[in-house]
């Protein structure tokens, strides 16, 4: 079953537990989850049935935050191959349906790229995500000495995911926590994800890793968490008399691409095909946080022509997956 008839759908971020990976998870981490921890767990015969009654013919798996992000290395590295090996497992099972990114342990950013290489040439996976802040320092991933894995990911021309994971807890604490136990919704996906995420999107322009590595591909969910519906004022801002001066908009619209995670509405979409283009949009549900059915259904009714639809719903990810 497709949406469209004799064409895929893929969904690009979908997530999973590993039973290794969550039994390292503390704190705020440990909860993350919550009510749809079954379905992250289960990656086999229901899963797909949900795809098969959706009309989602091709997910791409990726471990649920923080995935291996808050770990040392001693721990991160045997547990981040371990996981990877076994989100392998999974896909091999359904080697028509399932496809991969790659779990990093980035507390050692040497062993990162090498586990990224490995993933993507031995596993076939499509490229790695990266969640959140790095670590108990809770570094931004545009710190140098995550350059190794950014330089890696553009030799194996895959791209790196940066998702949302917990916020910082002092900006939580200074920002949220009035709110937080009437709703707890705002320290993550009301807010609190995209207020970090998009900060990490704009701090990756700004580093000029993107001088360096010139060829390098970053994917942000959540049709770009804010950032594209930004995007003139925030160029404007950083090359104002007193600023260094940055090409924010023709770096982020050349290098970031952005997917529907999460986010099913017609204007925002259509926000972001006029700042983005059509070509660096592609589709996704945030399965299981968000329910596989309503996605396929929304971007069905789109009005959208069927040349753009296709490039949004597998055309895309095809090209930048190679799937």
Same mark, same amino acid.
């Given at each position: 079953? %497709?949406?469209?008839?004799?064409?895929?759908?893929?969904?690009?971020?979908?997530?999973?537990?590993?039973?290794?990976?969550?039994?390292?998870?503390?704190?705020?981490?440990? @909860?993350?989850?919550?009510?749809?921890?079954?379905?992250?767990?289960?990656?086999?015969?229901?899963?797909?049935?949900?795809?098969?009654?959706?009309?989602?013919?091709?997910?791409?798996?990726?471990?649920? /935050?923080?995935?291996?992000?808050?770990?040392?290395?001693?721990?991160?590295?045997?547990?981040?191959?371990?996981?990877?090996?076994?989100?392998?497992?999974?896909?091999?099972?359904?080697?028509?349906?399932?496809?991969?990114?790659?779990?990093?342990?980035?507390?050692?950013?040497?062993?990162?790229?090498?586990?990224?290489? @490995?993933?993507?040439?031995?596993?076939?996976?499509?490229?790695?995500?990266?969640?959140?802040?790095?670590?108990?320092?809770?570094?931004?991933?545009?710190?140098?000495?995550?350059?190794?894995?950014?330089?890696?990911?553009? /030799?194996?021309?895959? *791209?790196?995911?940066?998702?949302?994971?917990?916020?910082?807890?002092?900006?939580?604490?200074?920002?949220?926590?009035?709110?937080?136990?009437?709703?707890?919704?705002?320290?993550?996906?009301?807010?609190?994800?995209?207020?970090?995420?998009?900060?990490?999107?704009?701090?990756?322009?700004?580093?000029?890793?993107?001088?360096?590595?010139?060829?390098?591909?970053?994917?942000?969910?959540?049709?770009?968490?804010?950032?594209?519906?930004?995007?003139?004022?925030?160029?404007?801002?950083?090359?104002?008399?007193?600023?260094?001066?940055?090409?924010? @908009?023709?770096?982020?619209?050349?290098?970031?691409?952005?997917?529907? %995670?999460?986010?099913?509405?017609?204007?925002?979409?259509?926000?972001?095909?006029?700042?983005?283009?059509?070509? @660096?949009?592609?589709? /996704?549900?945030?399965?299981?946080?968000?329910?596989?059915? *309503?996605?396929?259904?929304?971007?069905?009714?789109?009005?959208?022509?069927?040349?753009?639809?296709?490039?949004?719903?597998?055309?895309?990810?095809?090209?930048?997956?190679?799937?």
């Amino acid at each position: 079953m %497709s949406i469209l008839v004799g064409q895929r759908v893929i969904s690009i971020e979908e997530h999973y537990y590993d039973p290794n990976v969550i039994s390292h998870y503390t704190g705020v981490d440990a @909860r993350t989850g919550g009510l749809v921890k079954d379905s992250l767990l289960e990656v086999g015969d229901k899963r797909i049935k949900s795809m098969d009654d959706s009309g989602i013919d091709v997910q791409v798996l990726s471990h649920g /935050a923080p995935s291996t992000q808050r770990m040392d290395a001693d721990t991160g590295i045997p547990v981040a191959k371990a996981a990877n090996d076994y989100l392998f497992e999974i896909c091999q099972a359904n080697p028509q349906r399932l496809a991969g990114f790659a779990a990093l342990p980035t507390a050692d950013p040497t062993a990162a790229a090498d586990e990224l290489s @490995r993933s993507v040439n031995e596993l076939g996976f499509k490229g790695a995500m990266i969640h959140g802040l790095i670590g108990e320092e809770r570094l931004f991933v545009d710190n140098k000495r995550f350059w190794p894995i950014f330089e890696k990911a553009q /030799a194996l021309d895959v *791209p790196i995911y940066i998702h949302p994971a917990n916020p910082h807890p002092a900006v939580v604490d200074a920002y949220l926590k009035d709110y937080a136990e009437q709703f707890p919704g705002v320290v993550n996906a009301g807010w609190g994800f995209t207020m970090e995420t998009a900060t990490i999107g704009i701090r990756l322009v700004l580093s000029g890793i993107f001088d360096k590595f010139p060829n390098l591909k970053i994917i942000i969910g959540h049709l770009g968490e804010t950032l594209p519906f930004l995007m003139w004022r925030i160029d404007m801002a950083l090359n104002r008399p007193g600023n260094d001066g940055v090409a924010f @908009r023709d770096i982020f619209t050349s290098h970031f691409y952005i997917t529907t %995670s999460g986010f099913f509405s017609d204007p925002a979409l259509l926000c972001c095909i006029q700042e983005m283009g059509v070509d @660096r949009i592609l589709f /996704a549900i945030d399965y299981p946080f968000v329910p596989n059915e *309503p996605g396929p259904k929304w971007i069905e009714k789109l009005m959208l022509n069927t040349e753009d639809k296709a490039k949004i719903l597998h055309g895309n990810a095809e090209r930048i997956l190679n799937l």
